[in-house]
């Protein structure tokens, strides 16, 4: 665990209200990953690991509609994404790639958020919230 990593979880809106008890299991299960330009963090129609915290670089997200790539989002740093999967179950809806690298990122293991998720409503309700507003940015772009 690094500071890093434990100032990027505890500052991220989606576990700031957590207590010390709440963040250690994120913070010691968690690691820092770099990817260059280019690098694909989540392929459309895979199955997701992670909960990824964007600390620096760019990352692109897209999807395929009627085998055409429509962009949904670019996000930098202090953004979150692959909480859309991992609240589902489901394989991932969007591909999420590095625009401008190098990016490093927080990987929370899929396990620990989501046994986090089931103890904490308030968690719960913020993704939840997140995944939906999202689903309905997507269907909007998608349907232009």
């Known amino acids: ?12 809106p989606l576990f700031k209200h957590l207590d010390t008890v709440d963040l250690a299991p994120l913070i010691a299960d968690s690691n820092i990953q770099l990817h260059d330009s ?26 395929n509609s009627m085998n055409k790539e429509v962009e949904l989002k670019k996000m930098g740093s202090g953004s979150y994404f692959g909480e ?8 991932a809806t ?3 790639e590095v625009e401008q690298g190098p990016c490093r990122v927080v990987a929370i293991p899929k396990d620990t958020l989501l046994s986090l998720v089931q103890r904490d409503d308030r968690l719960r309700r913020l993704l939840e919230g997140v995944t939906l507003a999202r689903a309905k940015d997507t269907i909007s772009k998608v349907l232009k």
């Open 1 to 12: 665990m690094s500071n890093e990593t434990s100032n990027a979880i505890a500052s991220s």
């Open 38 to 63: 280019g690098a694909v963090l989540i392929k459309e129609g895979t199955s997701v690991a992670s909960l990824f915290l964007v600390l620096d670089g760019t990352v692109r997200v897209s999807t």
């Open 84 to 91: 859309v999967s991992l609240l589902s179950g489901k394989n």
């Open 94 to 96: 969007a591909t999420v």
